[in-house]
């Protein structure tokens, strides 16, 4: 490849096609209620995510991750183009071929998907089926 290359060897693709909700009841269940009641109080937790805007970012993430991680990453490249630009964002950072970071351009981008099995961090619990 000629040209600069921008390597994300770190890249999330989170999708709700199989959520691991027993894993979610066992962390809740583990942890004591008043780090759950902190967390779930914190001002940049809740009001960020559910009432500024609308709850915009919130309803924006959870319709992402409706998605398959192909689609996923088309939604990336057309956010990165400003398709989703509002009046008054920033010009995109991805124009003409172009990713533009800083003063730097890059003519090709590689994506190293992070790739995990969250069902697989815990033990099956003994008390369920």
């Known amino acids: 490849m000629e040209g600069m ?6 890249f999330h693709a989170l999708t709700l096609s ?10 809740v269940r583990s942890r004591r209620l008043e780090n759950l009641y902190a967390q779930a109080t914190s001002p940049d937790y809740l009001d960020d995510a559910l009432f500024l805007k609308g709850g915009e970012r919130m309803r924006n ?8 991680v ?37 003519d090709h981008l590689v994506i190293v998907p992070l790739v995990m099995d969250f069902g697989m961090m815990a ?7």
């Open 5 to 10: 290359t921008f390597y994300d060897s770190h």
């Open 18 to 27: 199989h959520p691991n909700f027993p894993a979610f009841i066992d962390t």
């Open 123 to 129: 033990s099956p619990p003994s008390d369920c089926y």
């Open 61 to 68: 993430m959870l319709s992402v991750m409706e998605n398959d």
């Open 70 to 106: 192909g689609s996923i990453y088309a939604l990336m490249e057309d956010d990165l183009a400003g398709r989703y630009a509002k009046d008054g964002d920033p010009p995109p950072l991805l124009a003409g071929g172009e990713l533009s970071l800083g003063r730097l351009r890059f």
